[in-house]
């Protein structure tokens, strides 16, 4: 992951030129900075660390007031293993009027890396009292838990990258893969899926639409004369909460769970075909039955808005392919308009969430 983030630094860093000013030099000079990091990004990104370094030295020379060129410096030391440097140059950008986020990221990770993992949390807490909305910094204070074994704290402050940052993906991504190690794999389903629609094309999205795939496959089982799901750990209600309340809102389990139990019905396999009619005959249900309303949902109200589109069986078939990655081919080959018609409009309809649309396990 820290790879992924230097990475983009390094793409982002020709644009973010683009936009500089340098009063102190000349524009020659300036062109020669130029020059000389955009060679030191390409020699960081073939490994060859040291003439990276030497080339942004020469650069910070004849621009030191620059905030990217040490920035750059301090990755090629995190890459270099060389932590107590970069952790100094990090923490030396910190007052820098153009620090940000991905800053604090970095400067914790090198602390966490290093094994100094109680200064990694001081460094993401530094870096939220700066930037409160930051998902990034509270993804990294919930890996550092993960890596104790504490996932009651890791899963809090994934869920509070969440709540402040609804569209950075990899808050989902660590959820999903939490929940669904646990009987609770509702919440998996849920935070894989929304995570696979923020972050398309990647290893992880291949990862959790395979996780999500298989995991359909575990949890419903079909039978001769029996079918039944289990997604949830706690899905019977207390009789005292019936008693108590004149109108009781059902737990999510007590309407996730019996409307996919009523969509598995019909089903004789668990595969991509008829995953797709379980989870359309899911999604009539729960608008016919106007949990829409009792327990709203953005993720359900936008596949609500793929299938008023027509494009929800792609949609479905796409989410779960590499689960099986041969009967999607078939599938895409054989309907090969109806597929360019869901990528076209897909592109041009994402998913979009905000702190006031957007859907956290604890509001459910």
Known sequence: MNNVVATLAWVLLPLLWLGTVHPLCGQDAEQAVKDKVLKAIELMDKGQLDESIMLLEEAYLLDPTSYQIPYEKALAMYMKKDYKEAIRIFESLTSHKDADAQLYQMLGNSYSTAGEEAKALDAYAAGLKVFPDAGRLYLETGNVYLSKKDYESAVKNYERGIAVDPMYPSNYYRLSKIFLMTPDEVWGMLYGEIFINLEMGSKRTAEISELLFKTYQSEIKVSANKRSVSFCQNSVLPL???????????????????????????????????????????????????????????????????????????????????????????????????????VSWYKENPLLLTKERMFLRTQN
Not at 240 to 253: G, H, N, R, Y
Not at 311 to 322: G, T
């Open 240 to 342: 005292l909460s019936l008693k108590d309340a004149e109108k009781p809102v059902l737990p999510f389990c007590l309407v996730y769970e019996p409307l996919l139990a009523a969509a598995v019905v019909s089903a004789d396999t668990i595969e991509l075909a008829t995953l797709n009619g379980i989870r359309t005959r899911f999604l009539d249900a729960y608008f016919d039955k106007k949990f829409n309303e009792s327990h709203p949902n953005v993720l359900f109200d936008y596949q609500r808005k793929i299938q008023e589109a027509g494009h929800f069986e792609a949609y479905n078939r796409w989410l779960l392919s590499v689960g099986d990655e041969d009967a999607f081919s078939e599938w895409a080959s054989a309907n090969a308009l109806q597929w360019r018609l869901f």
